[in-house]
């Protein structure tokens, strides 16, 4: 009984070492702003990724958001529209047999563009 309970602790233990945080892609305006007439945002989205997973939220609720993410190739690898909100979206891009991987992601929204480059 106490070996399975230290083997439990020790299990857990190392599944908690192998867990990498997820990394922060940093979104940068792209200069094609144009004053939004119905006032500003109280936010830009914040994007992170781990993995395949890439997830995009925000302190305010925006709709329409178009999101592209490209390879180093600049070939779309995964694009839609969202809304974006203070719950996480998650999007899932897996990697493609390491031969292309996902480098740029853009957000289109409300004339605004913002982009930012995945770090591995």
Known sequence: MKKSVFLCVCM???????????????LVDKG???PNEDGPRSGKP???HDGDDVNIRCDSTINDVDIVIRDQYGAVMYQSTQTIGPNETTIYVPSTDGDCEKTTIDLYYDRKHLSGYFEE
């Open 32 to 34: 094609h702003y144009i």
């Open 46 to 48: 914040i994007v992170n």
């Open 12 to 26: 857990f233990a190392i599944s908690g070492l192998t867990y990498a945080a997820p990394t922060e892609v940093e």
